[in-house]
């Protein structure tokens, strides 16, 4: 008996529900025929919160968020080095209503070393890198090691007696350490150094503080407040220019340009064929965002180069430096399979 | 059925999950890189140590219940009905409560998780044929548009809408 | 008496209305944050960050500081009243209270939830002030052979909170530490049982697992017999705890915040650890021992000492250090690093007021958390009042916004729900989901460790005794285990001699 009664009352409720959604809707879709964007666009973070990706990203969405007439979502999604938010992205609709945060790790390093990535590079369209990390090698302070030939001759002297951290397999951290190395003359990184992954780049920092590891090659930004404090000791950085705050010789200084292609980056991304008018949107939004002043010095302070590329020079760039990487993990056999 | 007999079905259960796991799952689902320097290091050293621990547990099981060794442990924490009518029942409703949650995640990417959480708790209501009709259907209506505004707006998280309703 | 010139040097930064205005208002936030189930209290803080920047750095870093705490003792509202941890470091917390609750205590299990946070915010406030240095050198001596001794012998947890069935306990364990292996390699990154899903690459969401593992089971319960709870008393939420049973829990309060400001001073573990620790320190050292479990007031405040213990503690590493040793720590370094900032061991001679602004803006903010806290319990309280009829749906349906939120991922509703029929089987089979839980946590940090162990040393074992730390850990685990199997065995013969008379 109640149970009728509840159904009755239920299918009244659902038949109301319904009503109203088909009303809301209609309103919604009346509006769907206007110009990019007529609703709010997702940007997807493939990394945690806290991260540099995130606290790049939600940066970024500041200035964005008063350019862009609709609200801006931006969600992490986690997990894979990047992998679960990449793939969403991917496999949402190319209208620019979900796009994302590319990073180095999610578009370059994974792609080049892992096989069994379930995505790749050209199922991308890049709107605009907006951002360049230079990247920074250190040990810490109380190392005996005071220059990149200190370090190298170390490893030449004896083989598996130098570790270097990494923020995971696939990150900008582990391709850094070999690719560093082998510029240097280490003829077989991967044989002769140890690898030590760890979970975050937080944590990779801390294993060279402590002892487990012996350098870290990364964003310089990862890096500045321990090298301010001196417990670290920067040995190099991949940049032309010299680091503010990094009393260490650039790659340019120690004759390995080679080493200018290693740095990180941020970009806007979306799933292939975005619209063109999409890319125009963004190439006019994102060249008022960098000028944002708010934007620029929060980025500043925190290390970062603020460097904009448009739609065209982004692609180039980042497939110029996916072979760099997917050659050197061919030539030292770094490539994960499984 | 009394849980001691409980108990060694569920032994038994664990033996044949950790062999099955041991012959063929790791085998199959983890992969090892070749080049792999040290046995303790291989990505299935792991795995393969917990599938040999749930065999060892497992017959720890059977054993110390077949010769009796340790007290029963007590009962269900789970409440029982009484009447063997009832429990059929019961067992009904935890059916189409598996239905309804398969039918919320199909549902959530199409109509909405709006849309689908108000019907889910009007349909998991009825399930339990609840006392309260009224109530149920105002939380139902109320619940899922409150949590709405909470997360969209508040905690900025994109709420699937579905493919005929945008909320605002 | 450098120490009290910089605290009043630092004062009249602090002693501002903004500033309290900030703590308060970041308690609040996190307290409401915390209370809902998926949102962490490090997502409140991440949500928070953008609102910081306009602030003055001393008022900003307030502000999250405010949100953290109030989000770690928020997250024990939900795990008392529904048996849904509002943030992992709570599911201790749910061992007790939840009985508690059940027994018609809600209202004494929340009030002595909120006690035992305050006093182990105020211990883990003064052991940042007065110990930071010589803790930060500590945590610095642990590599990965430490951490591996340290989280072998945080396993043997797992015997106290098994219940009646050692061998259930540890299967359910064993369970939790093969479903923590999903997901890649953390050294070769290869694939392990994800099938190369790329939902299932980064490992199965630890939040989703958590609610399905405590909150899905309760219902599916609730729907085998709706009519089951019923005569019960679960109303009667407003009892208060008396000065009394607040001393009788002051000891476990006052281990389980040490134990919380040691393991929160070492980078890289967290508060849920931390309560599960204390939760079976008092456990061991309490005479009620069969008591917890079933809603022992002791257990909640145990739990609750232990993770709020930790929140203070987080922020020695990252001011003396400058290393984050949680994700929400982390965050807050970014903070600092927006307004030219640099934590770390020059800070306390570069930016000495402003440290010592922070420690009396933490003295103030324990204050602020009793007041608002009070507000919270007060009014959550009549959760309990709600009739089951309609909460069980409630709780249902907020689950699946939370467990969405977590990651914007409706896979991660398929874990939860596929959890709670795991969870369901587990509990109709008297198989405890504790120890599934703290396997889940421990176990990769287990494998990690000892994997990274491996790889310092080129696979010798010698690693693992290569310190002071190390040998402790191996002599504490022997030692628990040897006394584990002493009262197991004493129990048996004890047994023996009950099983003659007639069962009740």
Same mark, same amino acid.
């Given at each position: 008996?109640?149970?009728?009664k509840m159904?009755g009352l ?5 038949l ?5 959604a088909?009303?809301v ?7 769907a025929?206007?110009e990019y ?11 945690g919160?806290g ?11 500041v200035?964005l968020g ?6 801006i979502?931006?969600?992490n999604?986690t ?5 679960t938010?990449?793939?969403s992205?991917?496999?949402a609709?190319?209208?620019g ?12 390093v994974n792609p080049?070393?892992?096989?069994t ?5 050209d199922?991308?369209d890049?709107v ?16 005996d ?18 570790s ?7 990150s ?16 077989n990184?991967?044989?002769d150094l140890i690898?030590?992954?760890?979970k ?6 801390t294993a060279?503080?402590?002892g ?18 001196k417990?670290?000791r ?6 032309k ?6 009393d260490?010789?650039?790659?340019a200084d ?7 292609q290693?740095?990180g980056?941020s970009?806007?991304?979306?799933p292939?064929?975005?619209p063109e ?12 965002a ?8 929060k980025?500043?302070?925190r ?12 692609q180039?760039?980042?497939q ?8 050197l ?10 | 059925?009394?849980?001691m ?6 032994g038994?259960g664990?033996i ?14 983890v ?21 040999y621990i ?5 017959a720890?099981?059977v054993?110390s219940?077949?010769s009796?060794?340790t ?7 789970a409440?029982?009905p ?16 598996a239905v309804?949650?398969?039918g919320?995640?199909?549902?959530t ?11 889910a708790?009007?349909?998991f209501a009825?399930i339990v ?6 109530t ?15 997360f ?7 709420v699937?809408q ?7 | 008496?450098?120490?009290?010139d910089?605290l ?21 936030i996190?307290?409401?944050a915390?209370a809902?189930p998926?949102m ?5 803080v991440?949500l ?17 500081l ?8 928020g997250?024990s509202?939900p795990a ?9 470091a709570s ?9 508690m609750?059940?027994?018609?205590q809600a ?8 006690y ?5 915010d105020?211990i ?6 007065l110990?930071?240095?010589w803790l ?11 951490f591996f001794t ?15 069935s ?8 064993v369970?939790?530490?093969l479903?923590?292996?999903v997901g890649?390699?953390?050294?070769y990154?290869?694939?392990?049982f994800?099938f190369?899903?790329?939902n ?6 630890f ?5 399905g ?5 309760e ?7 709706p ?5 019960t008393?679960?109303?009667?939420g ?8 607040y001393?009788?829990c ?12 040691i393991?929160?001073?070492?980078p890289?573990?967290?508060a849920a650890?931390?309560a599960f ?10 005479p ?9 007031m ?12 930790v929140c203070?503690?987080t922020?020695i590493?990252?001011l003396?250090?400058g290393v984050?040793?949680?994700?929400? !720590? /982390? $965050?807050? &370094?970014? @903070?600092f690093?927006?307004? =030219? *900032?640099?934590?770390?061991p020059?800070?306390f001679?570069?930016? #000495?007021?402003?440290v010592?602004?922070?420690f009396?803006?933490l003295?103030?903010?324990?204050v ?10 007060r ?10 009829s ?12 939370g467990?969405y939120?977590?990651n914007?991922n409706?896979f991660d ?6 959890m709670?029929w ?11 989901a ?8 421990l ?5 990690d460790?000892?994997?990274q ?8 074992v ?5 310190s ?8 504490a !685990? /022997? $030692?628990? &285990?040897? @006394?584990?199997?002493?009262? =197991? *065995?004493?129990?048996?013969a ?5 099983? #003659?008379l007639?069962?009740?």
């Amino acid at each position: 008996m109640i149970g009728r009664k509840m159904r009755g009352l239920q299918r009244s409720a659902i038949l109301g529900l319904t009503a109203v959604a088909l009303g809301v809707g209609g309103l919604v879709s009346a509006a769907a025929a206007a110009e990019y964007p007529s609703r709010p666009v997702t940007v997807v973070i493939p990394y945690g919160p806290g991260g540099a990706t995130d606290i790049s990203g939600r940066t970024l969405s500041v200035p964005l968020g008063k350019l862009i007439p609709q609200p801006i979502l931006t969600v992490n999604r986690t997990g894979a080095g990047g992998a679960t938010g990449t793939v969403s992205v991917r496999n949402a609709a190319n209208d620019g209503y979900t796009m994302m945060i590319a990073r180095v790790g999610s578009h370059t390093v994974n792609p080049a070393m892992k096989a069994t990535l379930p995505y790749k590079l050209d199922e991308f369209d890049f709107v605009g890198v907006y951002e360049i990390n230079p990247v920074a090698c250190a040990v810490a302070a109380n190392s005996d090691i005071k220059t990149m030939e200190d370090l190298v001759a170390k490893v030449k002297a004896k083989p598996k007696s130098v570790s270097y951290s990494s923020s995971g397999v696939g990150s900008l951290l582990h391709i850094a350490g070999a690719m560093v190395m082998r510029e240097f003359g280490v003829e077989n990184p991967v044989q002769d150094l140890i690898h030590i992954p760890l979970k975050g780049g937080g944590a990779a920092a801390t294993a060279v503080l402590s002892g487990t590891a012996t350098f870290i090659c990364t964003n310089s930004s990862a890096l500045a407040s321990f090298v301010a404090n001196k417990q670290l000791r920067p040995l190099m950085v991949t940049t032309k220019e010299p680091v503010p705050g990094f009393d260490a010789p650039t790659a340019a200084d120690l004759g390995k340009p080679n080493l200018h292609q290693l740095v990180g980056w941020s970009g806007i991304a979306g799933p292939k064929g975005l619209p063109e008018d999409v890319k125009e949107k963004w190439r006019g939004w994102l060249k008022d965002a960098v000028a944002d002043q708010g934007f620029l010095d929060k980025m500043t302070a925190r290390g970062s180069v603020i460097q904009l590329m448009d739609p065209e020079e982004s692609q180039a760039f980042i497939q110029n430096q996916y072979e760099v990487f997917r050659k050197l993990v061919d030539d030292l056999g770094m490539r994960v399979e499984g | 059925m009394n849980l001691m007999n409980k108990d060694i079905w569920l032994g038994i259960g664990a033996i044949a999950f950790g062999v099955f796991l041991l012959v063929f799952a790791i085998p199959s689902f983890v992969s090892s890189p070749s080049n792999v320097p040290a046995l303790v290091l291989a990505p299935t050293f792991w795995p393969t140590i917990v599938a040999y621990i749930i065999v060892v547990l497992g017959a720890a099981l059977v054993i110390s219940r077949m010769s009796g060794l340790t007290n029963e442990s007590s009962g269900e924490t789970a409440n029982v009905p009484e009447t063997r009518e009832e429990q059929l029942y019961g067992l009904g409703r935890l059916l189409a409560m598996a239905v309804l949650m398969v039918g919320l995640v199909i549902a959530t990417p199409i109509v909405g998780m709006v849309l689908a959480t108000a019907i889910a708790f009007a349909f998991f209501a009825a399930i339990v044929v609840t006392p309260r009709p009224l109530t149920s259907i105002v939380v139902a209506i109320v619940l899922p548009l409150a949590l709405y505004a909470f997360f969209s707006h508040v905690a900025g998280v994109s709420v699937p809408q579905g493919r005929f309703l945008t909320l605002p | 008496m450098n120490l009290l010139d910089n605290l009043a040097a630092a004062l009249p930064l602090v002693a501002n209305l903004e500033s309290f205005l900030a703590l308060a208002s970041g308690i609040t936030i996190g307290v409401v944050a915390g209370a809902i189930p998926g949102m962490s209290a490090t997502m409140a803080v991440a949500l928070t960050l953008p609102f910081t920047f306009a602030l003055q750095p001393i008022t900003g870093i307030l502000l999250l500081l405010g949100v953290y705490k109030g989000g770690i003792f928020g997250g024990s509202i939900p795990a008392i009243l529904i048996k849904t941890p509002g943030t992992p470091a709570s599911s201790a917390t749910i061992l007790d209270g939840y009985p508690m609750a059940e027994n018609g205590q809600a209202g004494k299990a929340l009030g002595i939830a909120l006690y035992a946070s305050c006093t182990a915010d105020v211990i883990s406030n003064l052991s940042l002030i007065l110990f930071a240095g010589w803790l930060a050198s500590f945590a610095l001596s642990f590599g990965p052979p430490e951490f591996f001794t340290l989280i072998l012998f945080s396993l043997t947890i797992i015997a106290g909170v098994s219940g009646e069935s050692l061998i259930k306990g540890l299967l359910s364990a064993v369970l939790g530490l093969l479903l923590a292996t999903v997901g890649l390699d953390l050294i070769y990154g290869t694939n392990r049982f994800n099938f190369n899903d790329p939902n299932l690459m980064g490992g199965l969401n630890f939040i989703a697992v958590l609610i399905g593992l405590f909150a899905i089971p309760e219902i599916l319960n609730y729907v085998w017999h709706p009519r089951g709870g019923e005569g019960t008393v679960r109303a009667l939420g407003e009892q208060h705890v008396t000065f009394k049973e607040y001393r009788k829990c002051f000891r476990s309060i006052i281990r389980g915040s040490f134990i919380g400001v040691i393991l929160g001073s070492i980078p890289g573990i967290g508060a849920a650890p931390a309560a599960f620790l204390s939760y079976s320190e008092a456990r061991r050292r309490s005479p009620d021992k069969e008591n917890f479990g079933k809603g022992e007031m002791e257990g909640v405040a145990a739990s609750e000492a232990g993770n709020n213990g930790v929140c203070g503690a987080t922020l020695i590493p990252l001011l003396a250090l400058g290393v984050p040793g949680d994700v929400i !720590t /982390a $965050i807050v &370094i970014g @903070a600092f690093m927006v307004h =030219g *900032l640099q934590p770390g061991p020059m800070m306390f001679v570069a930016n #000495a007021n402003i440290v010592y602004a922070l420690f009396l803006g933490l003295i103030v903010s324990s204050v602020l958390l009793l007041i608002v806290g009070s507000v919270a319990v007060r009014l959550f309280r009549y959760i309990v009042d709600v009739p089951r009829s309609v909460l069980m749906p409630s709780v249902l349906i907020l689950c699946v916004f939370g467990v969405y939120a977590v990651n914007n991922n409706v896979f991660d509703i398929i874990v939860m729900f596929t959890m709670g029929w795991i969870g369901y089987f587990m509990m109709r089979n008297g198989m405890p989901a504790a120890p599934f839980l703290i396997a889940f946590i421990l176990g990769p940090l287990l494998e990690d460790n000892f994997r990274q162990a491996m790889l310092m040393s080129n696979g010798e074992v010698h690693i693992l005794f290569r310190s002071y730390i190390t040998w402790f850990f191996w002599a504490a !685990t /022997a $030692i628990t &285990i040897v @006394a584990l199997i002493r009262t =197991g *065995l004493s129990q048996r013969a004890g047994n023996r001699g009950i099983e #003659a008379l007639p069962k009740e």
